[in-house]
């Protein structure tokens, strides 16, 4: 109501505003292995397949590129994919008495 008990009429226009929501892509990490001269190839290989779904060839190359070249990339995830995936890699390992690294950086 206006001043003086005047009741006030709009245009009958309105604004109509689109509001475009842009959807950010989760960051990406890259699980790697690390070398060292204790944990046995066939054990790695074995690694490769449980936790990430290698098949008994791709397994056994990123097992050889870890070998040779010291590191290795098993995968690339979200960070809470990754980060699971390191923590079980890290946990199996140890139980096992093996001391392979794996770790997460982002790519």
Known sequence: ???GGE???GSGTAV???TETKVKRPDLYRVLLLNDD???MEFVIHV?????NKDRDAATRIMLHVHNNGVGECGVFTYEVAET???????????HQHPL????EKK
């Open 38 to 40: 204790y944990t046995p």
């Open 101 to 104: 690294q794996c770790i997460m």
């Open 7 to 9: 009741t006030r009429r």
């Open 85 to 95: 995936k390191v923590t079980q890699v890290m946990d199996f390992a140890r139980k």
């Open 48 to 52: 490769l397949e449980r936790f990430f």
């Open 16 to 18: 109509v505003t689109k």
């Open 1 to 3: 109501m206006a001043a």
